[in-house]
């Protein structure tokens, strides 16, 4: 777990009166993770906001806004501002109206122009008279269309939550969440959330001499955020499935990785590769709903975990994701001779709860 960094504050407002102030959404059960990445990419320019709330970590930032879109662990980053009024409807008036345009302004200006055609407001109440009026406003003043359903440019609205009293505007930075990555040319149905699967690698502490195995590898995230995050002595992936393959390699194509990382036709259970011979596995595991079945999983975990070890070198780290809670920590019983649980991590992905298991090869 990253250890907690001692640069935080109750009040809003930073000692060095930070430029901008900022907010992160995170995957709720990996913000230690999202500040961390935080602190170590912008170490001079963040100064964070105590807040208890999971799933979000504001902060001061005085550093290029720019920056903020290479962050992998947060799924998205707002760009906020505090206006002391007691309802939404006093955003019309000039002073702060002016201000709001500022800021829609600044998120624009970090894209090249054409990026926002569309924009939308989430708010409680967002189809009252009073937004409607101000989503006509900002569309004089932008030149943006109002969708409800999806737009570029999002705006959130509420009560303020970094300020003690008066409401708060967030403008997200990037016209997708940071957790839609560019390079995710091809999908699939079931894929990992990318910025859950940049949490995991970060959990296995990367060094450039790891060799990594990526098995049941799907259309490759963890071995694109493997490969992005740190150097890698050697690292490659395997899956059963031609199709994921294909779609593995477009990605890494996508993400100009093509060359660094192969991809191969195996079976997770009978891998060919020597003993001891990997320093890192992960895997998200089939969870026995869109992917696998339930009574498939049964003798897949097993096998699967088993064969880990037997290419695990003494000491190698293990991630894996599941939402087989009570099948996977009954594995791990029967197979507490070969791996040691090092911890567990419970996240929040498509309405369900599932865990990553750290593990370590006894």
């Known amino acids: 777990m990253p250890k907690s960094k001692s640069r935080h504050s109750k009040s809003p407002v930073s000692p060095s009166a930070p430029r901008y102030l900022c907010e992160a959404e995170v995957v709720t059960g990996l913000k230690p993770y999202a500040e961390d990445e935080l602190h170590r990419l912008l170490p001079d320019h963040v100064h964070v906001i105590h807040k208890s709330r999971r799933e979000e970590i504001p902060f001061g930032y005085d550093g290029d806004l720019n920056a903020l879109l290479d962050l992998h662990q947060s799924v998205a980053v707002y760009l906020a501002a505090h206006y002391p009024i007691p309802r939404p409807q006093a955003l019309l008036g000039h002073q702060h109206f002016t201000t709001l345009l500022k800021q829609i302004s600044t998120v624009r200006s970090m894209h090249p122009g054409g990026t926002f055609q569309t924009f939308r407001i989430a708010a409680a109440g967002s189809n009252s008279s009073v937004f409607r009026r101000i989503r006509d406003e900002i569309t004089d003043a932008t030149g943006l269309i109002y969708n409800e359903d999806e737009a570029d440019l999002l705006l959130r609205v509420r009560k303020a939550d970094i300020y003690p009293d008066g409401w708060e505007v967030l403008v997200r930075l990037s016209p997708r969440p940071l957790s839609a990555r560019d390079w995710r040319v091809c999908d699939m149905e079931g894929a990992l959330n990318a910025t859950i699967a940049a949490s995991m690698i970060e959990m296995t502490a990367p060094q450039p001499d790891d060799r990594v195995f990526n098995i049941m590898c799907g259309s490759g995230t963890l071995l694109i955020e493997r490969l992005r995050r740190a150097p890698v002595d050697i690292i490659g992936g395997c899956d059963t499935d031609p199709i994921a393959l294909r779609c593995a390699q477009d990605n890494l194509l996508a ?20 003993d001891a011979s990997l320093d890192v596995i992960c895997a998200d595991l089939p969870w026995g709903q869109l992917v696998g079945s339930h009574e498939a999983n049964l003798e897949l975990y097993p096998a699967v975990l088993a064969e880990a070890a037997r290419v695990a070198a003494p000491g190698a780290r293990a991630v894996f994701i599941t939402h087989e809670i009570t099948l996977m920590e009954q594995t791990l019983r029967d197979l507490s001779c070969q791996w040691r649980s090092v911890s ?19």
């Open 255 to 274: 993400a100009g990785l093509s060359q660094q990382a192969d991809v191969l036709v195996m079976d997770a259970t009978q891998l060919q590769l020597p």
């Open 344 to 362: 567990e991590l419970r996240v929040f992905q498509g309405g369900l709860h599932p865990r990553i298991y750290l593990l370590e090869r006894v």
